[in-house]
């Protein structure tokens, strides 16, 4: 399947949508705050960098259970899955993914100031393969440009929740 959330073919994460990147300190936030008047973050970009094997700790996190990313896609599609990654346990140094995503749910976006249109709920299971695949429960006939993924919880990781990669299939429009 063909993935339009990939920064290789022109997809982009719109940081000024989505949730800020996790640091664990207050000098490492200070710093972000700093260079943010010089660069943008490349910490969002990991998750549509199509690494098909992050090693541990190449994700993008934010702070707690509840985050969220927008993401501009390479094309407007008819969005009909969405594949959600993180590291397996087998991969974890400590055997746990406490921080990886449990329950999101995924909304297509006409614009990226809009409110979205709802394409599901998902749960990402801890003991699946390290990236899973979701197909929409009801198919949506809509173009959408952005796509906006709401994580709503993970598997225990009070400090943050991190995600490794995303992708976003479907089909193009031909104009």
Same mark, same amino acid.
Request: glycine fraction near 8%; charged fraction near 20%.
């Given at each position: 399947?063909? *993935?339009?959330?990939?920064?290789?073919q022109?997809?982009?994460?719109?940081?000024?949508?989505?949730?800020?990147?996790?640091?664990?300190?207050?000098?490492?936030?200070?710093?972000?705050?700093?260079?943010s008047?010089? %660069?943008?973050?490349?910490?969002?970009?990991?998750?549509?960098?199509?690494?098909?094997?992050? &090693?541990? $700790?190449?994700?993008?996190?934010?702070?707690?259970?509840?985050?969220?990313?927008?993401?501009?896609?390479?094309?407007?599609?008819?969005?009909?899955?969405? %594949?959600?990654?993180?590291?397996?346990?087998?991969?974890?140094?400590? $055997?746990?993914?406490?921080?990886?995503?449990?329950?999101?749910?995924?909304?297509? +976006? =006409?614009?990226?100031?809009?409110?979205?249109?709802?394409? /599901?709920?998902?749960?990402?299971?801890?003991?699946? +393969?390290?990236?899973?695949?979701?197909?929409? &429960?009801?198919?949506?006939?809509?173009?959408?440009?952005? =796509?906006?993924?709401e994580?709503?919880? *993970?598997?225990?990781?009070?400090?943050?929740?991190? +995600?490794?990669?995303?992708?976003?299939? /479907?089909? &193009?429009?031909?104009?």
């Amino acid at each position: 399947m063909a *993935n339009f959330a990939q920064e290789s073919q022109g997809a982009r994460v719109l940081h000024r949508l989505s949730s800020d990147t996790f640091r664990a300190s207050i000098q490492d936030k200070m710093m972000d705050q700093l260079l943010s008047w010089v %660069t943008t973050s490349t910490d969002h970009q990991r998750i549509i960098q199509d690494h098909s094997r992050s &090693p541990p $700790g190449a994700c993008w996190c934010f702070a707690g259970a509840k985050g969220h990313a927008v993401v501009s896609l390479s094309d407007p599609i008819e969005v009909t899955h969405v %594949t959600i990654g993180h590291i397996t346990k087998r991969q974890s140094l400590t $055997g746990e993914i406490n921080s990886a995503p449990r329950e999101f749910s995924v909304y297509g +976006l =006409v614009h990226d100031h809009d409110e979205g249109i709802h394409l /599901g709920s998902f749960t990402y299971s801890k003991n699946g +393969l390290s990236s899973q695949t979701f197909e929409l &429960p009801v198919p949506v006939k809509d173009v959408f440009s952005h =796509v906006k993924l709401e994580i709503k919880t *993970n598997w225990g990781d009070e400090d943050q929740t991190c +995600l490794y990669n995303f992708r976003v299939h /479907g089909y &193009p429009v031909s104009g």
